[in-house]
Every structure is written in structure tokens, then in C-alpha cells.
């Protein structure tokens, strides 16, 4: 297998045009590393079988998460922890935790996921969600 270029993440982050885009830029061993740009609120969603790491390289992003639970349902009644995320910020959320992330004035963040993990997502599931939010 041939050894992969390196990757700048602070290239990589301004060059994102797209957001939600999940296109892992790199893999090891069982994981992959996407770099993404978020901007808006993303819904409430929960990887089973894998912990996710949010990097943030630049912006802010507001993560919501439902501990204990892989409740997704909009309107649930499951406590949620709220965490500001910073430029420089590791958070891991473990898996099978329902969770969401929003940023309102955008942000690139470097995800780390177990292989597959993001498949789930279908194209027009990638949009934030409609609907206000107090971040």
C-alpha cells in the first residue's frame, strides 16, 4: 500500500466549500479522519459502535449530548449536556451517545470515527436542521 502525502489541516480546513461534507482524508488502523466544515445546527444522531473526536481548528462549535442514552428523537424528554467547543479543543463523545453539534458563525473541525461510522448519513440528511436553537 502506498504511504499517503501528508495533510495540512489548516489548508484542508479554509479549502472545505461544502458543509457536513463527511469525505474521510485520511485512515488508520480502523479509524478515519475527516475534515469538515459546519456552519448551522446538525441533528440529533448517534454512531452505535463508535466514539467520535472533534478537533476544532478554527471557530466555535456547540455540542449537545444525551449521556447514557442513544435517544434521537427531536422532542425527547432525556437531560442533555450542553459543552463550547474552541479552536484547539479535543472533545470525545462515546459511542452509542445521541448527540448533535451546531455552530452558528461556522467553523472546520477534524472528526475521528471507526470506519463506516458516517455512512449512515444520506445527501439531503447532511443540512442543518430548520428550526431555531440557543446556542
Known amino acids: 500500500m502506498p504511504i499517503a502525502a501528508p495533510i495540512n489541516l489548516g489548508d484542508e480546513a479554509t479549502s472545505q466549500l461544502k458543509i457536513w461534507s463527511t469525505e474521510p482524508h485520511a485512515s488508520f488502523n480502523d479509524q478515519e479522519l475527516t475534515i469538515m466544515r459546519l456552519e448551522g445546527q446538525f441533528y440529533w444522531h448517534v454512531h452505535p459502535d463508535s466514539d467520535e473526536m472533534f478537533l476544532i481548528i478554527d471557530g466555535d462549535v ?56 458516517l455512512l449512515f448519513m444520506q445527501e439531503d440528511e447532511k443540512d442543518p436542521e430548520a428550526g431555531s436553537q440557543e446556542w
Open 62 to 117: 456547540f455540542v449537545e449530548t444525551r449521556e447514557g442514552s442513544t435517544d434521537i428523537a427531536q422532542e425527547s424528554n432525556v437531560p442533555t449536556a450542553s459543552r463550547w467547543l474552541r479552536k484547539g479543543d479535543v472533545f470525545v463523545v462515546p459511542k452509542g451517545t445521541a448527540h448533535r453539534s451546531a455552530s452558528p458563525k461556522g467553523a472546520s473541525v477534524m472528526f475521528g470515527l471507526k470506519k463506516g461510522a
